[in-house]
């Protein structure tokens, strides 16, 4: 090719590779701004949906929470609409979902909101179910008192009636005693299944149960008195007590039931709640990522869309804290405690670090509204707290008054039991420790109906439980007052004095309880509502200015970008002036002088060696010149001194052939001289291979490092030529080896080390290491291999050598089929058969293959056209024969035969 060519051609492939760089460039800045403008319309709407997603969950099992503490209605009717808001915004989310992972994700969170609204609409319905069975017990517990009481008054009159004492303390006495108990236990019942409803017990405490068999079991030995006769009013009224037992126990069966479904319908709703959080976590990676890769420029809009992000996990973070502390004001769980300060860490943390994006950018005035409302809320959350755990202060306070008053009263009762028993006179039992006894058991029920009014107030929130309350200690106060008229002794007096004070501290904790109940529910459900909705305004407003800002960067990078496109057509234009400039300069200064070096090379090679070249250029272009003159001039010289000397020479070996001639031992001494030069180009060769094996190694080693980076950074243009310089190396290397190996056999130098062994397992060995080579070419090896062992005497490396060349061929030069390796156990002999599915050979071609350096004209792969010389001398060295049958068209099938151990 002429010089001016090629350097026309270098030049344009420079203009080309610029051409090549400013359009990569180009295509660069487009994919930028097609990332923008996916950013600003699919990836930031969909992240903010996506956060918006998980504070409607927030929100929404808030309400579910705030139902759970207070039993209001109010908060069934905003779980509802929150539940709405949530619907929409994961049908706003579906807009923009893509990819397969996203959508896979997308639809299983679905399927989770979906089960959680399921979960919490059983909860909502279990726990109405529960305060409507409370309520039908509440019912039975009226007519239940009621014909106890009742029951009591017939015995009262009767024991006024009766003139035999002795009977009064045999028989009445015991009677009304069991009517006691019953009311008592009964009391007792009541309280437990208030205190089991209002706590979070998963099961029921095994003393409910046993307080309702012992309140039953008084009625009914009452009913079954021996020796004591009832009327017929009596009996009805035991029967009637029983069957109220009956249907009491059956609505406290209920109520059990549907406490612990809602204990496994939390627990179950709290493990949808975490998957949910993952996918919506794994969502919004998704997105940042996706956002990443779109964006790899622009310092504005790198700083200002982590900015939306962490608005976003701001306001997810500061709904979920407010849940955890309604979680525990819920259940009194310390951990939700922890946790709930583990968040406002997090929330904390978040607002320093949007405080220096506000700094840098200049939006303080947004950061101080978002940390006022955010500290609102800190305070009305810690502030709802601290009132809950004055309240559970209280009501444990009120608890452990009212177990105190319970236990002076049983005291009592005990008391004026014995004093029942030993008294002698029948009028102080029937006008003073009979009624005595009976205001006492009045008072521990006012007392027990008392607190599970709280309990009512505290599960409902409805005002009549407030005035039922005052009725309630009102009566308290009143048979404290009429015990007072009925005992006159000291004990009686202590107790009051006791009492009385005990009963007033009971009414301060029941209404300090209540105010502090009612604290909570307004600061839940309104004030920290109102609060959090101007959080989110602000905070939505936040997020307004950032991407106001976004848009305006995003707007001046665009224009930046087609400013740089304008630069780098310009930038092409120049460079393809200048390379249009430098080609006609070099073609005129360069070319035109070497083409006349060229046209005088020509005519002194074509034996006009008296011409000289005429170049002044003042460059190395001269030099050259006047060099080929320098040698035409030589050459003249030269010439004219041979051809004086052929025509000696030529006379001197005329005279010779006439003289000349040879003896039988001279050409004997001749023949041995020639055996001593064969050997001489055997050890020659030897030792330039091994000579060559040496340098070899260190340059496939100095490539590998280069190539490694072990030397400096590689580049991919210098990466592809080490790879070209490394595989010929290994060709060569190749080479080295054969030769070594040829020289050895033909100079009788190579040892055979030979053992007995399994032929069948050395081919099987080394099908297995060409499997995965096919498998790359996309072809298989097939082997018809013995099940049994074939035992030969034989070099295991050599033949092994054998089956690689023999195979690896056969690989080689197979484009699609199979490789078939066959073994077949003969008389005396075992026979190898290799066959190819690849062009194959005419016979011409079969007869020269085994020549050393023969490659056949279908041959076009790589190789030193030395393997299969170098395999038929090992199996002639093993007293074998190797040979090959091939059809063009058809393929080759390689056959050698080695004798077996005899």
């Known amino acids: 090719m002429r010089i001016s060519r090629k350097i026309g051609i270098s030049f344009f492939i420079t203009f080309l590779l610029v051409i090549l760089l400013g359009a990569l460039s180009i295509y660069s800045l487009r994919h930028i701004y097609r990332g923008l403008g996916q950013v600003f319309s699919k990836d930031l709407p969909a992240s903010r949906s996506t956060y918006q997603i998980v504070i409607s969950m927030e929100k929404v099992l808030s309400e579910l929470n705030n139902f759970l503490i207070t039993g209001n209605e109010n908060f069934r009717i905003s779980y509802k609409d929150s539940y709405k808001i949530m619907q929409e915004d994961m049908a706003g989310l579906g807009r923009f979902v893509s990819g397969e992972e996203e959508r896979g994700l997308f639809e299983e969170t679905e399927g989770l909101i979906e089960d959680i609204n399921g979960i919490a609409t059983g909860i909502f319905e279990k726990k109405k179910d529960i305060n409507d069975l409370f309520k039908d017990i509440g019912a039975a517990e009226v007519k239940y008192i009621e014909r106890l009481d009742r029951l009591f008054e017939f015995e009262e009159n009767k024991m006024k009636a009766e003139k035999d004492f002795l009977l009064i303390q045999a028989q009445y006495i015991p009677a009304s005693q069991l009517i006691m108990e019953a009311r008592s236990g009964f009391s007792d019942l009541l309280d437990e299944v208030a205190r089991y409803i209002s706590g979070g017990e998963r099961e029921a405490p095994a003393f409910i149960a046993n307080n309702l068999l012992a309140a039953e079991k008084s009625i009914r030995d009452y009913k079954n008195y021996y020796g004591y006769s009832l009327s017929d009013k009596e009996r009805t009224l035991a029967t009637e007590l029983l069957d109220l037992s009956g249907k009491i126990k059956s609505l406290v069966d209920s109520i059990i039931e549907r406490k612990e479904g809602v204990t496994l319908d939390i627990e179950s709703l709290l493990a949808k709640e975490k998957n949910f959080i993952e996918h919506m976590d794994n969502m919004i990676s998704i997105r940042k990522n996706g956002i990443s890769s779109k964006l790899g420029v622009g310092a504005a809009l790198t700083e200002d869309i982590p900015a939306i992000h962490n608005i976003s996990r701001l306001e997810k973070d500061i709904a979920h804290s407010w849940r955890m502390s309604g979680k525990y004001i819920l259940t009194n769980d310390k951990a939700c405690k922890d946790f709930y300060f583990q968040l406002r860490q997090s929330i904390d943390k978040g607002l320093k670090d949007y405080g220096r994006h506000a700094q840098l950018r200049g939006t303080e005035k947004f950061l101080d509204d978002i940390v006022e409302s955010d500290n609102s809320i800190l305070e009305a959350v810690n502030s709802s707290m601290e009132v809950f755990e004055e309240k559970e202060a209280g009501f444990s306070e009120l608890l452990s008054i009212k177990a105190g008053i319970d236990k002076k009263i049983d005291a009592l009762l005990e008391q004026k039991n014995s004093r029942i028993k030993e008294a002698k006179d029948r009028q102080e039992v029937l006008e003073k420790l009979v009624p005595a006894r009976w205001v006492l058991i009045h008072l521990k029920a006012e007392l027990s109906g008392a607190s599970r009014l709280v309990v009512n107030y505290l599960a409902e929130q409805e005002p009549r439980y407030k005035d039922m309350y005052s009725e309630t200690y009102f009566n308290m106060k009143k048979y404290l007052s009429k015990y007072r008229n009925l005992s006159k002794q000291d004990v009686d007096s202590r107790f009051i004095e006791e009492v009385e004070p005990a009963l007033d501290q009971f009414n301060t904790n029941v209404l300090n309880v209540m105010e502090n109940h009612d604290k909570i529910i307004k600061e839940r459900g309104w004030t920290i509502v109102k609060l959090e909705e101007d959080l989110k305004e602000r905070l939505d407003k936040a997020v307004e200015v950032e991407i106001s800002r976004i848009e305006k960067n995003k707007k001046d990078l665009m224009g930046r970008i087609a400013v740089i496109n304008t630069l780098i057509f310009l930038i092409m234009g120049v460079v393809a002036f200048i390379a249009v400039f430098v080609i006609l300069y070099t073609t005129k200064s360069i ?284 199996i002639g060295l093993h007293k074998g024969r190797i040979r090959v049958e091939s059809e063009p068209g058809k393929g080759s099938t390689f056959i050698f035969n080695l004798p077996k151990t005899t």
Not at 666 to 690: A, P, Y
Not at 719 to 734: C, H, I, Q, S
């Open 591 to 874: 070319t035109s002088p070497i083409q006349k070096l060229y046209d005088g090379a020509a005519v002194i090679g074509r034996g006009n060696l008296d011409h000289r070249l005429d170049i002044k250029t003042g460059d190395e272009i001269q030099d050259l010149a006047e060099g080929f003159n320098t040698m035409a001039g030589e050459l003249k010289g030269l010439y004219t001194n041979l051809e004086n000397k052929v025509k000696q020479r030529t006379a001197e070996l005329a005279e010779a052939n006439k003289t000349l001639g040879f003896r039988k031992d001279e050409l004997e001494k001749i023949n041995e001289q020639l055996k001593g030069l064969d050997r001489m180009k055997s050890d020659f060769v030897s030792n330039v291979v091994h000579e060559l094996r040496t340098p070899l190694t260190i340059i496939k080693g100095n490539i590998d490092t280069i190539e490694k980076g072990y030397a400096g950074k590689v580049q991919p243009k210098q990466k592809e030529v080490l790879g070209d310089v490394f595989r010929v190396t290994n060709r060569l290397a190749r080479l080295v080896n054969d030769l070594l190996d040829l020289s050895k056999i033909e100079s009788g130098k190579m040892d055979l080390e030979k053992e007995d062994l399994d032929i069948v397992e050395m081919a099987a060995e080394v099908v297995r290491d060409f499997e995965k080579v096919a498998s790359q070419r996309n072809i298989g090896i097939k082997g018809d291999l013995p099940k049994t062992k074939i035992i030969i005497n034989a070099d295991k490396d050599k033949l092994t050598q054998v089956f690689v060349n023999l195979i690896g061929n056969a690989v080689k030069f197979t484009d699609k089929g199979d490789v078939g390796v066959k073994i077949t156990e003969l008389q005396d002999e075992v026979q190898v058969e290799i066959k190819d599915t690849g062009p194959g050979m005419t016979k011409e071609e079969c007869e020269k293959i085994f020549d050393k350096f023969v490659r056949v004209v279908a041959e076009k792969k790589e190789g030193t056209g030395l393997g299969l010389p170098i395999a038929k001398d090992i």
